[in-house]
């Protein structure tokens, strides 16, 4: 277990960002699929770990797939271990195994999969996975339907996904469609889902994975809120859903300039805002630091998931903000922040969530005094150099085990 340590500092200075962790993800599933083709830069981080290690178990005929920490890698291969008539059994640690499986145990049943699990992990599936109408709610995870429409292209015969609900999280399905089309898959939208031929056959890709904007967004938090940052890497035609941050930021008041792979945040006044963060659930914990320091009220709406993620983030946030001084307040699907205008330091909990260990660091920069967060290691999720990058343009951050 370690704490990080992190004093007062102005961010200033630039950061090339890594690669997107959402995208290579979708493309190392494609690539397996495909049999074969590279995909780079990869960041060394958990997650990627996860997919990683869970592809190379799958090639070499193992029965266990650990996913570690990772819903993403979870909930792509369960369907598509499904459709390669794999009998395995998934594994995870952290708060993965309580993480929703529900609409997998309810449709894998429906088409040919025996299915062994009490709700979560661990999970044993056998069978082979059928074609057919795959009926599926939109508002629980965007996952499942991604894992889904990397599945179905290679059974025999044709498929349709029918989203139930209202689907949340468009962003990340659009880039899963935008990365299947790279590698030669077809998929149809419908008025209610999508169409998805059978017998399709993946192509083999070499594919440069470009830089992330949920990576980027907490120094552009830091620098809306007082500094000035330029990140590189980034593509602004790109489908994440995150680069929204940069919309979000000037909806804050921050100066924000795009260029052609790098954007630049600076510091100005900023003002509350009302947001709905249904497709950008992911970036509220950047918001509400943001927010903690902005003039007037900020509601943030849609994010009602974030109780199901490496933590609940909605109840950790509020806590974190209230403990510098901050008046949050949550709510059913999101929370209100009124800042105070006296952000202090103070001794946080880092809840093993690497977005939460972010996010607080970004508030640290400013606070009144010395901030200690726990759990620190929990960046390597998804961001190992976080600190790094977090001290090259001058933040103060101190790493130290605690034993």
């Not at 790098?262 to 805002?273: A, D, F, M, P, T």
């Not at 994010?303 to 974190?320: H, I, T």
Request: net charge neutral; charged share 20%; with cysteine.
């Amino acid at each position: 277990m370690k704490t990080v340590l992190l004093k007062n500092s102005k961010p200033n200075g630039t950061v090339v960002v890594p690669p997107s962790k959402s995208a290579a993800h979708r493309a190392l599933f494609c690539s397996f699929l495909a049999g074969g083709g590279d995909v780079s830069p990869i960041i060394d981080s958990n997650d990627m770990k996860a997919t990683v290690g869970v592809l190379d178990a799958l090639k070499g005929g193992k029965e266990t797939l650990d996913c570690i920490e990772s819903g993403s890698t979870l909930r792509f291969a369960v369907p598509v271990a499904a459709a390669l008539g794999k009998s395995v059994r998934f594994v995870g640690s952290g708060l993965l195994p309580q993480r929703p499986l529900g609409e997998y145990l309810r449709l894998l049943p429906m088409h040919g999969v025996s299915v062994k699990s009490e709700g979560g992990l661990p999970l044993e599936i056998s069978g082979k996975l059928q074609s057919g109408i795959y009926e599926i709610r939109g508002d629980i995870s965007s996952q499942y339907i991604t894992g889904l429409l990397l599945a179905l292209p290679v059974l025999d015969g044709d498929s349709e996904i029918r989203i139930t609900t209202e689907l949340q999280s468009q962003s990340y399905v659009d880039m899963t469609l935008r990365v299947l089309a790279l590698y030669g898959i077809e998929v149809r939208k419908t008025d209610c889902g999508y169409f998805v031929p059978g017998n399709q056959k993946y192509e083999k890709k070499n594919l440069t994975v470009e830089g992330d904007w949920s990576q980027a967004a907490f120094f552009m938090s830091a620098a809306a809120i007082g500094g000035d940052v330029t990140l590189q890497g980034l593509d602004y035609s790109s489908a994440q859903g995150d680069k929204a941050v940069v919309d979000v930021m000037r909806q804050f008041g921050a100066d924000v300039f795009v260029g052609e792979n790098s954007v630049r945040c600076k510091k100005n006044r900023l003002c509350g805002i009302d947001i709905d963060c249904s497709d950008i659930p992911d970036m509220v914990p950047a918001i509400a630091v943001t927010a903690a320091f902005a003039q007037g009220k900020t509601v943030i709406r849609g994010a009602e998931r974030l109780r199901f993620k490496e933590s609940n983030r909605l109840a950790a946030v509020v806590s974190n903000l209230r403990l510098m001084g901050v008046d949050a307040l949550e709510t059913a699907d999101g929370m209100i922040i009124t800042p105070s205008g006296n952000v202090h330091g103070a001794s946080l909990m880092g809840y093993n969530d690497h977005r939460i260990v972010m996010a607080f660091s970004v508030a640290a920069m400013f606070a009144a005094a010395d901030t200690a967060i726990s759990d620190a290691e929990s960046i390597n999720k998804s961001y190992p150099s976080f600190f790094d990058d977090y001290n090259s343009v001058g933040g103060k951050a101190f790493v130290f085990d605690n034993r």
